[in-house]
């Protein structure tokens, strides 16, 4: 058995645990040590990070041979609409090629927590929420599979890798399960976690939900 440490990282936090320039990291949230992020989420997103002092399960976690799925909360500019969805599930043809196809449908506003910073919202120009499940990680290509289909991103949740998801913790909170790391398969897989209660570090306030 082997410990991963399931992280909601708030907006504009670093996905590592030291920083030049005085910014957020890891190491403000959580301080178990010995660990390392498998995977990485960009400076203005949120949501769940997987931690892992195993190096077995950071590559299989990190390695896009095993196309483990992630799935987002997407706010974009704009009213989307089906052709976009359709876009973004056939595949998107960015600068570094074609996107693998994804699952993408139009959701309501989900009931989560409000952002540290709000978003920078045009007047009288309305935004909606897709739901976008991708088997990819390429730098900001949530928000570049958006943006070409004509709906910039706003903000950006990633609420589950595999059958990992982020529910029952607020942005700062975390928790540990412990897995078999299986020799073929899905590591996420729910028969091989143990779910355990979320950790809060002292200095983080649990989110309101608006």
Same mark, same amino acid.
């Given at each position: 058995?082997?410990?991963?440490?399931?992280l909601n990282k708030p907006?504009?936090?670093?996905?590592?645990?030291?920083?030049?320039?005085?910014?957020?990291?890891?190491?403000?949230?959580?301080?178990?040590?010995?660990?390392?992020?498998?995977?990485?989420?960009?400076?203005?997103?949120?949501?769940?990070?997987?931690?892992?002092?195993?190096?077995?399960?950071?590559?299989?976690?990190?390695?896009?041979?095993?196309?483990?799925?992630? =799935?987002?909360?997407?706010?974009?500019? @704009?009213?989307? +609409?089906?052709?976009? $969805?359709?876009?973004? &599930?056939?595949?998107?043809?960015?600068?570094?090629?074609?996107?693998?196809?994804?699952?993408?449908?139009?959701?309501?506003?989900?009931?989560?927590?409000?952002?540290?910073?709000?978003?920078?919202?045009?007047?009288?120009?309305?935004?909606?929420?897709?739901?976008?499940?991708?088997?990819?990680?390429?730098?900001?290509?949530?928000?570049?599979?958006?943006?070409?289909?004509?709906?910039?991103?706003? =903000?950006?949740?990633?609420?589950?890798? @595999?059958?990992? +998801?982020?529910?029952? $913790?607020?942005?700062? &909170?975390?928790?540990?399960?412990?897995?078999?790391?299986p020799t073929s398969g899905?590591?996420?897989?729910?028969?091989?976690?143990?779910?355990?209660?979320?950790?809060?570090?002292?200095?983080?306030?649990?989110?309101?939900?608006?």
């Amino acid at each position: 058995m082997s410990d991963v440490y399931l992280l909601n990282k708030p907006f504009n936090v670093l996905s590592t645990f030291t920083d030049t320039q005085g910014r957020q990291t890891l190491a403000n949230f959580i301080n178990i040590p010995n660990i390392y992020a498998a995977g990485r989420l960009d400076f203005d997103s949120e949501g769940l990070m997987i931690l892992t002092a195993d190096g077995a399960i950071q590559h299989r976690l990190a390695n896009p041979k095993f196309k483990l799925s992630k =799935r987002y909360w997407v706010q974009v500019e @704009g009213e989307v +609409s089906d052709i976009a $969805l359709t876009q973004l &599930e056939t595949g998107i043809s960015l600068k570094d090629g074609q996107t693998r196809p994804a699952k993408a449908k139009r959701i309501d506003a989900p009931d989560i927590w409000e952002r540290s910073v709000p978003i920078r919202q045009r007047q009288n120009q309305p935004t909606s929420w897709i739901e976008l499940e991708i088997t990819e990680g390429r730098n900001r290509q949530v928000r570049r599979m958006t943006a070409a289909t004509g709906f910039p991103t706003l =903000r950006l949740i990633r609420v589950a890798i @595999g059958s990992w +998801s982020i529910e029952g $913790l607020a942005p700062g &909170e975390w928790r540990v399960e412990q897995i078999n790391v299986p020799t073929s398969g899905n590591t996420g897989s729910k028969h091989n976690r143990l779910k355990q209660r979320p950790q809060q570090h002292p200095n983080t306030k649990r989110a309101r939900k608006r």
